[in-house]
């Protein structure tokens, strides 16, 4: 009843009341009462969307004043020294290096930016998966990085909280959240495809809850420490939870809830057979302690379980490895916790249920900043951990989810103190491990390596979704993060049972994604699996190794190594049985994933180098080293296989493999462990054994042979090469890599660097990802570390970016100093390094570039051969490898095969040998050990060299050597019989049946074969290793040998002479790459200067062996000298037989095909490059493709064009024109002009604005609008121009075309359906010549006949007889030409040039669509072409002719196109303003007209319109004298208008006095000529109306602070007539072909007079010109004046201003600019990314900013979008006419939109290295560049776009 009569009051007031109730000592009835009254108000019977309940609870809470004061209240006491700002997806945060401890650390932009980080390595980031800020929590950063908020102490001011101001809270909130859990419970249920919408409704009802539970957190410490004792509180949750006796509701809802956790897996199975089989069993409490596995005996006794024994090894692989995830016997108390025993660990479990709603996450995290709180919470996270997984494994959503599960994890596992507590009471690490194995186990499939059918390896199935799609990364990605504790990793590596079940979590990935070689046809799926497969070893398996091998950097930690590398290599030898090996690899396999191997490798290499354990101690018997060397090696050679094309039927994906393995990011963690332990494998195997297991692993056996001719039955001669090869530089590699074998960090750094930058130049932040960092992330050892900034100055030279107009931009790249070239360069490490084989070839283009410049060699040059660092003496076996009789028989064989040009020889095979010969002279053997062990049979190599020692065999002379050829080889001797045995199995036993004469020869003759002899090795280590070797060695069979089909021909015995010893041979080879006999004299040796040896080619590197050999051994020295001295040509085999000749022919046709191929295209290239650079160089007028069209035209009777289509020539015909092919552009470049010199600032903040209205466009169209205020409309069209804004400019690249062959081009164009980036059906198309854009063809006018000489002559006529003349000219009604071809096309050239641009810049009318509409837009074309010309030559003429715009000007034939448009209209005689110019006309008596307005005053007209107007309508083609004439009547005009602009400015004094000077010149003879006089009168009679000079006096006075002296008046009348004279002669020169003559700045207005006849030419100097002098008058210029001045005076309606602004018109613009940017680009983004947009309001999620205008617009935003155009779209069109520049804040870089194209032009903001960072990927400072922007502005006011930019696309509005 009590609830019901307070629910009745109001709320806040009730609130009071109850405040007031339990602040009393007696508080039980206030309790009561609230109870009663939450029992009706929160009652989760009410749906959830019913906010009454929220709203009670605010004010609860608030205790009877407002929510938003309490909320503050509670701020101000507010403890928290955390920031702890929770951000989402997407968000800008920052990432300080220096700053932080943990490498996850994160800043909100506030702290950041609040915090001191200059000079720090620090980057912006969009955070994927959402963070915190970590800002004020020692754990994570140094104090040193803290924000000012929260340096430390900030808390301990901050007073003590009163008691009653969270005594509501701490009543209210538990029932809240209460309620919250139960809404929960009632709308879960189990997810199936419908079920998960039901769960996003139920959490979109409870969304303004969670929000309130979130806004609670934001108040701050005191607020969190009560939500924290609600939700831990164990009391409360029993209390309230279980659901009183009677409310039924309760009931079921805590039953729902029990059934929940049932079905969750998380109660313990209390039958443990029953648990087996369920799927998951979990103790909640940390109880996944160890594994279990079925049929095992405990986990501790490993020696007894092996797995693989299994008593259900029959079962399915799915049962007998399964994993169950319950409680071992470790926590016996498992029982009692089945029950979650506070709100906090519900709350999670329901997150988990409705798989973390965003909402709820933000909440948990919000809490965190509560010590109390984060330690509880990582303790529910682990306990509820296993479950999380298992229900992220069966979501859908697995990806959001992954996000939200780490934005939670790497908030509490970053921290040390936190992990450590939790790995210590909660077991994560097992609770870890175990999962990660349970969620490989649902996707294992059985190994089909090496024994397909008998294998009892499982391994992970790569094309299963939990692979593809990386759904294990959340696990694995905490599991890397907590190894990265010092304190965790170590505790990790004393758990030996934790570390067996890590190792078989390890094997799961041993072999998986296996490659079976496709032998038959091409494979018909690819399937891609191979990325998840890498990406798995690389997540799961790799980044964990580099997390333990972080720790285990000292000697203290050798123990943690042994016990690692003990654990690995029992996993091997469980594997190696597992898949059944025994000694071969099974043939056509290959698997890039060896983790096991790896793991090992590492941990050895770490041993050896950091912690001085002794290698042998480490390693297994040489069975185990034969065993473990074999995968690898197969893995090397299989990328040779693959590089030679024997895996192409696999498809694409198999090269793709191939290059994962070697990149950078993926190197370090593969390929370089396997090379390791392939060297550590050779240093302790038998030399002779390994390198036979190379040449056959990469099948090249049966080519080693000294006979001419062999088979080979494995491979194709095609690929023997490219094998052979391989097996070579496999070798050198092998021999020479030193990365684990004793170089330093820094060393390995560096030749890291080195080798990347020989293959090309690089930018910073590609280097940066190209070095193979010291892999593990959590390392610390991050390239960009300083060592890596200095090791960078060391080796490279920074190139910054250049630009050339019209060229690529090019970012800031480093290049290798010259003496890396000359001293570091090292083509193994390159070859080691490249994924692509072509960058090998650019290294080395490079080398030989540098070499030809420094003058050290200017052929070919070889690869150079590189001193090594030298090896750690545990690696000293690898020697032995250099030093082994095998490998001196195959040098041997190949030295003697290439000097007698066997086939499939090459010179990267020769540069191969000499290398491995070089090594084995600059790395010997110590002797001692010789002869240790006594020979226990014949070897059958020993009779070819006497020692092991390369020094003493390289001068042992072989004379004989027994080989079986095919029988129709040349070595054949015919007459011996053929012999018999054909033996293939071995080569060894011979027929003796040989003739007599060969007999004696037989004992010597040498017999070699590798595989023999590797058998013999092999069988010899496993006897002495005391197994049983019957049972491992299988006898192999010859039978498993590939037959070619065609019997081949039977294989004999042949004995070959040699005579020659690798000396001789290298002797031989030497004249033979020099061709010269005797190339080397007796006496070089002593010649020899050592130095010039470094770099060369073939013949400098045998020179610089011979020489090494030679000072190592006097032996040696006197052989050389000897073989030189009687050196013979080489003989080649006896008879040549043709089939041999035709493969040599081939092979040398071949090469020199080739030859010819690369000759033909280098010419191509060269001549492309030089037509492009004629062609597209926008900017230079020397290269020029372009006729000179239109200058000459007058002047020739016939001007010849020459058609780019179909080439032929001729002039241009009324029936068949010729037209230029040309872009028509709207352009409002002209209108953005203002009048400061100063560019426009970027506003970035709210205080700055741009204004708009002091440009050129605005100042015209405002006078327009005036005018057509007061006069008449028809008049005032013909009296300014418009195009300021969306004027059309015409430009041509100057190249010719019949118009019928453009419109059969065009028909092509369209039938071509390939993608370009133009549309034909807008009459786009692209020069057939030089493909520049064009839309429009421009007609040329028919050259006439024309008396030249009478056209040009200087005229001697007065001046009132040319206005006569021009009159007359102008009386000529406009002929309308008759129908032709050509009046056609101009015809749809002008109707092009209208649809140009849009309606609204082409109707200023009152009455659109008039005839005067017409005529304004069609002479404004002009106008706008002329004063865009003048922009691009700076605005004034001083430059003189040569102008690239002037030579590919069109203006002339736009000219004539305009002129044939314009005939059309007659001027109306009576309004023509010729009249008025030249003559004093009596005042018409105004007619019945009364209320027709007046026509426009001459002096308001704009004189260079009228000058247009005139040209264009006189009959073409005009006289120059008439030319000439109109141009010194406007002059006039254009002289008295600046004096009455000027007269207005000057004060009623000054004018009064200037009024009387020029009085009394007025009678001097020549005082038409006299600006006083002049002024004087206009002065005179403007002052007969009050409207002009009547301005306030005060204002004036202001204006006028400087005395106009002659001087000054003089300089303003020359600056106000400079524009016209300049447009005048622009228009001369394009008329008449004038040349422009350059002059000085200051005698600009003399030069321009002369030019245009103003003025005698009779040079005078500048100061004694007078404008004034200029003026020639045809009638009395006093009576002309006063006509002119009556029209302004006369009856007008017109205010004093507006007088004034007509009469002053503004010629005086700026060339245009684009804003003026900051120099630091996060000024920008910080200002205008979180800024909203102007029209929605809503931030934008692609905000772009216009450089021109600086508006802020919506990219591809729907909010703004009108009539299906975006925004970005819709301003381009409004603010440059279809032209729009656009910078996106998100990306830093800047869009063009041009009409329906778009295109990425690049970014202006470079960083510190000179590079663009689009999307801001890198997050560096960025600065600008202000070279680019210039080129950015240079484009868009010469309108180039089109023309530079090359990636256009059609954006359909969207943008």
């Known amino acids: 009843m009590m609830a019901a009569s307070l629910l009745r009051r109001d709320k806040k007031a009730t609130a009071a009341h109850l405040k007031a109730d339990l602040n009393r000592t007696d508080n039980s009835s206030g309790v009561r009462q609230l109870q009663e009254l939450l029992d009706v108000v929160v009652n989760p019977e009410k749906p959830a969307s019913d906010t009454e309940a929220l709203d009670w609870c605010k004010c609860l809470i608030a205790g009877g004043e407002g929510f938003e004061e309490f909320c503050k209240t509670v701020r101000s006491y507010d403890n928290a020294t955390l920031c702890g700002l929770v951000w989402t997806a997407n968000f800008v945060a920052y990432r300080c290096r220096t700053c932080g401890i943990s490498p996850c650390m994160s800043l909100c932009a506030e702290c950041f930016n609040n915090g001191d980080h200059t000079g720090h390595d620090f980057n912006m980031f969009r955070s994927q998966a959402g963070g915190a800020c970590d800002c004020g929590d020692s754990n994570v950063m140094r104090e040193s990085g803290f924000c000012r908020r929260h340096h430390l102490k900030t808390g301990e001011n901050v007073p003590s909280i009163p008691r009653d101001l969270l005594l509501m809270s701490e009543m209210v909130l538990p029932r809240f959240i209460l309620c919250i859990i139960q809404y929960l419970r009632d709308g879960y249920v189990e997810p199936d495809s419908s079920a998960e919408r039901d769960l996003q409704k139920v959490l979109q009802q409870l969304d303004p809850q969670i929000s309130f539970l979130e806004e609670l957190t934001k108040m701050g410490g005191a607020m969190r420490t009560v939500l924290t004792k609600i939700l831990t509180n164990q009391q409360t949750f029993k209390e309230l939870c279980m659901g009183q006796e009677e409310n039924l509701f309760a009931k079921k809802n805590y039953e729902k809830y029990l059934s929940a956790l049932k079905d969750s897996g998380l109660v313990y199975m209390e039958d443990k057979g029953q648990g087996a089989s369920s799927d998951v069993a979990v103790g909640a409490e940390g109880g996944a302690g160890a594994m279990v596995l079925l049929g095992t005996t405990a986990p501790g006794s490993p020696d007894e379980s092996n797995k693989e024994e299994d008593p259900d090894a029959g079962l399915s692989v799915g049962q007998r490895k399964r994993v169950k995830l319950s409680s071992s016997t470790k926590d016996p108390c498992i029982i009692e916790t089945l029950k979650h025993k506070c709100f906090l660990e519900e709350l999670l479990f329901w997150t988990i249920k409705y798989e973390f709603p965003q909402k709820m996450v933000t909440f948990l995290l919000n809490m965190l900043p509560d010590q109390d709180y984060k330690i509880t919470f990582t303790k529910t996270f682990v306990q509820h951990y296993a479950f999380i997984m298992t229900t992220l494994m069966k979501s859908h959503e697995s990806d959001t989810m992954s996000n939200r599960i780490v934005h939670i994890s790497v908030q509490l596992f970053s921290n040390e103190e936190l992990a450590r507590h939790v790995t210590e009471e909660c077991q994560l690490l097992d609770i870890m491990v175990t999962v990660l194995l349970y969620m490989m186990d649902s996707c294992l499939v059985k190994s089909e390596l090496q024994d397909e059918e008998g294998s009892r390896h499982v391994v992970v199935n790569c094309s299963e979704a939990l692979l593809k799609n990386n759904t294990y990364w959340p696990l694995v990605s905490d599991f890397i993060n907590i190894l990265s504790h010092q304190s965790v990793a170590k505790k990790f590596l004393e758990d030996h049972s934790l570390l067996m079940l890590w190792m078989s979590f390890v094997s799961v990935f041993q072999g998986m994604n296996l490659n079976k070689r496709e032998l038959n046809e091409h494979v018909e799926f690819e399937s891609q699996t191979y990325y998840a497969a890498f990406a798995a070893e690389l997540e799961a398996c790799a980044q964990p190794m580099w997390g333990l091998l972080t720790h285990c950097k000292v000697k203290e930690t050798q123990e943690y190594t042994k016990t690692v590398v003990r654990y690995c290599l029992d996993t091997l030898q469980t594997w190696f049985d597992a898949i059944g090996f025994i000694d071969e690899p099974a043939p056509n396999q290959v698997t890039f994933h060896l983790p096991l191997h790896r793991y090992y490798a590492m941990f050895l290499s770490k041993a050896v180098k950091c912690q001085g354990l002794d290698l042998d101690s480490l390693l297994p018997d040489q069975e185990m080293l034969m065993k473990i060397m074999v995968h690898p090696l197969q893995i090397q050679a299989s990328l040779s296989e693959i590089h030679s094309n ?8 198999i090269k793709g493999q191939a290059m994962t393995y070697v990149q950078s990011h993926f190197c370090n963690s593969m390929i370089d462990p396997d090379i390791y332990l392939l060297q550590v494998c050779a240093s302790r195997l038998d030399p002779d054994y390994f390198i036979s297991s190379v040449f056959e ?4 056996v049966d080519l080693l042979t000294m006979a001419s001719q062999h088979q080979n039955a494995v491979l194709d001669s095609e690929q023997e090469r490219p094998m052979l090869e391989g097996a070579l530089t496999f070798l050198v590699i092998l021999t020479s890599l030193r990365i684990h074998l004793g170089m330093t960090d820094d060393e390995i750094l560096r030749s890291e660097m080195v080798s990347q930058l020989c293959m090309n130049d690089r930018t910073h932040s590609a280097l940066l990802d190209l070095i193979p960092e010291n892999p593990n992330p959590k390392s610390g050892v991050v390239p960009g570390s300083c060592s890596f900034e200095e090791m960078l100055s060391a080796v490279a030279d920074f190139k910054a970016p250049v630009f050339e107009p019209g060229g690529s931009m090019q970012q800031g790249m480093y290049t290798p100093k010259a003496e890396v070239w000359e001293k570091e360069f090292d083509p193994i490490m390159v070859i080691l390094r490249t994924v692509y084989r072509r960058d090998v070839q650019s290294a080395m283009d490079r080398y030989s570039a540098f070499l030809k410049q420094s003058g050290m060699h200017t052929g070919n040059p070889w690869p150079p051969y590189k001193e090594r660092t030298p090896l750690h003496p545990c ?24 000097w007698m040009d066997h086939q499939n020889m090459s010179e990267h095979v020769l540069c191969m040998v000499l290398y491995l010969i070089e090594l084995g002279l600059d790395n010997q053997v110590q002797e001692s050990k010789e002869d240790e062990e006594p020979c226990i049979e014949e070897h059958c190599h020993d009779s070819w060299f006497p020692g092991t020692n390369l020094l003493s065999n390289l001068h042992h002379v072989i004379n004989f050597v027994r080989v079986r050829v095919p029988e129709t080889a040349p070595e054949v001797k015919r007459e011996a019989p053929p012999s018999t045995s054909t033996e293939a199995s071995s080569y060894g036993q011979n027929s003796r049946r040989l003739t007599g004469n060969w007999r004696e020869n037989l004992r010597e003759a040498q017999v070699f074969s590798l595989v023999a002899e590797r058998r013999r090795k092999f069988q010899e280590i496993i006897n002495r290793s005391n197994t049983e070797a019957a049972q491992v060695v299988r006898p192999k069979s010859s039978s498993t040998r590939w037959v070619p089909p065609g019997t081949p021909p039977q294989l004999v015995t042949e004995i070959l002479e040699i005579r020659e010893s690798m000396l001789s041979l290298l002797i031989k080879l ?42 190592r051994s006097c032996q040696i020295k006197r052989s050389i000298q000897d073989i030189c001295g009687k050196v013979c040509p080489p003989v080649p085999p006896k008879k040549n037989s043709p089939s041999d000749k035709k493969t040599m022919d081939k092979e040398e046709r071949r090469q020199r095909a080739r030859e010819r191929q690369q000759k033909l295209l280098a010419e191509f290239a060269s001549r492309q490059k030089s037509f492009m650079e004629t062609a597209m160089d926008v900017e230079s007028p020397e290269t020029e493709a372009a006729m000179e069209v239109g200058a000459t035209e007058v002047v020739e009777s016939e001007v010849f064009y020459d058609c780019v289509i179909c080439g032929q020539s001729g002039p241009s015909t009324e029936d068949r024109p010729i037209g230029l092919v040309v872009l028509l552009q709207a352009s409002s470049v002209l209108g953005h002009r203002c009048k400061s010199e100063e560019a426009k600032k970027l506003p970035t903040s709210d205080e700055e604005h741009i204004y708009a209205a002091d ?10 609008t005036l005018m057509q205020r007061f006069f008449k409309d028809s008049s005032c069209l013909q009296s300014v121009s418009i195009g300021w804004d969306g004027g059309v400019y015409v430009q041509t690249c100057g190249h010719t075309l019949h118009v019928d062959c453009h419109k059969s081009y065009m028909e092509s164009l369209r039938n071509d359906q390939v993608l370009q980036g133009f549309s034909v059906d807008k009459g786009e198309f692209t020069c057939p010549l030089c493909r520049q854009f064009a839309n429009s063809v421009l007609p040329c006018r028919p050259g006439r006949d024309v008396e030249a000489g009478a056209w040009h002559a200087p005229t001697n006529k007065k001046m009132c007889l040319l206005v006569k003349e021009v009159e007359d000219l102008q009386e000529r009604i406009g002929r309308f030409p008759t129908e032709t071809n050509l009046s056609k096309e101009m015809e749809f050239v002008t109707k092009d040039i209208k649809n140009t641009t849009k309606k609204k810049y082409r109707d200023y009318g009152k009455n659109p669509g008039s005839p005067d509409n017409d005529f304004l837009f069609m002479y404004s074309v002009a106008r706008t072409n002329l004063e865009l010309e003048l922009v691009h030559r700076g605005g004034n003429l001083c430059s003189g002719g040569a102008s690239a715009a002037a030579k590919r000007s069109c203006l002339n034939q736009l000219f004539h196109v305009l002129a044939m448009h314009m005939r059309l209209y007659s001027i109306d005689l009576a309004y023509n303003p010729w009249t008025k110019l030249t003559q004093v006309v009596q005042s018409r008596e105004p007619d019945g007209y009364e209320d027709e307005r007046p026509e426009v005053p001459m002096l308001f007209r704009d004189v260079p319109s009228l000058l247009i107007i005139f040209v264009l309508t006189m009959p073409q083609p005009l006289r120059r004298e008439h030319f000439s004439c109109v141009v010194k009547m406007l002059y006039n005009l254009q002289f008295i208008q600046a004096l009455a602009a000027l007269s207005s400015k000057f004060s009623p004094e000054e004018r009064q006095a200037w009024s009387a000077t020029g009085a009394l010149k007025k009678n001097a003879t020549n005082a038409d000529k006299s600006f006083e006089a002049l002024l004087s009168h206009t002065i005179g009679e403007l002052s007969k109306s009050e409207s002009i000079y009547r301005a306030n006096p005060e204002e004036t006075s202001m204006l006028i602070s400087s005395v106009w002296s002659p001087q000054s008046i003089e300089f303003s009348l020359q600056q106000s007539c400079l524009p016209f004279l300049r447009l005048s002669c622009l228009l001369q020169h394009h008329l008449y072909g004038d040349g422009l003559t350059g002059c000085l700045e200051e005698e600009e207005f003399l030069s321009l007079a002369v030019c245009l006849g103003l003025l005698p030419s009779a040079p005078q100097p500048s100061s004694m010109v007078h404008s004034a002098t200029c003026l020639q008058w045809a009638v009395n210029a006093f ?35 684009l804003l003026q940017l900051p120099d630091n680009y996060n000024i ?7 800024k909203a947009c102007t029209a929605c309001k809503k931030v934008p999620k692609d905000p772009a900013l216009c450089l021109v205008c600086g508006a802020f617009v919506c990219l591809k935003g729907a909010c703004c979008k009108q009539q299906g155009t975006c925004e970005c779209v819709l301003h381009s069109q409004h603010c440059g006419a279809a032209t729009g520049i656009f910078l996106l804040i998100n990306a830093s870089v800047i869009i063009i939109i041009r009409g329906h194209r778009f295109c990425l032009w690049g970014s202006v903001y470079l960083d510190a290295h000179g590079e663009e960072d689009r999307d801001l990927r890198r997050g560096k400072p960025l600065f600008l560049c202000e070279e680019r922007y210039r080129v950015l502005e240079q484009q868009w006011v010469s309108h180039t776009f089109d023309h530079i930019n090359k990636r256009w696309g059609p954006h359909y509005n969207g943008l």
């Open 1724 to 1730: 920008i983004f910080q200002y205008y990314h979180r």
């Open 1255 to 1264: 440009t050129c466009g605005v100042a015209n169209d405002l006078r327009l």
């Open 1679 to 1713: 009576d002309l004046v006063t006509q002119w001045c009556a029209e302004v005076t006369g009856p007008s309606q017109m205010q004093t201003e507006q007088s004034l602004t007509l009469l002053v018109q503004d010629y005086q613009w700026v060339a245009p600019r």
């Open 875 to 898: 690696y000293r076996g690898l020697i032995k490898l250099l030093h082994c009789k095998t490998l001196h028989i195959v040098i041997f064989t190949l030295l003697y095969k290439i």
């Open 1070 to 1111: 030497h004249q033979k790459l020099s061709s010269k006999q005797n190339s080397l004299s007796e006496t070089w040796l002593e010649d020899m200067d050592s130095n010039r040896h470094a770099h060369g080619d073939g013949i400098t590197a045998i020179e610089r062996i011979l020489t090494k050999a030679a000072t």
């Open 697 to 700: 692993r990469f099948k090249v």
């Open 646 to 653: 024997m895996w192409v039927r696999n498809g694409l994906q």
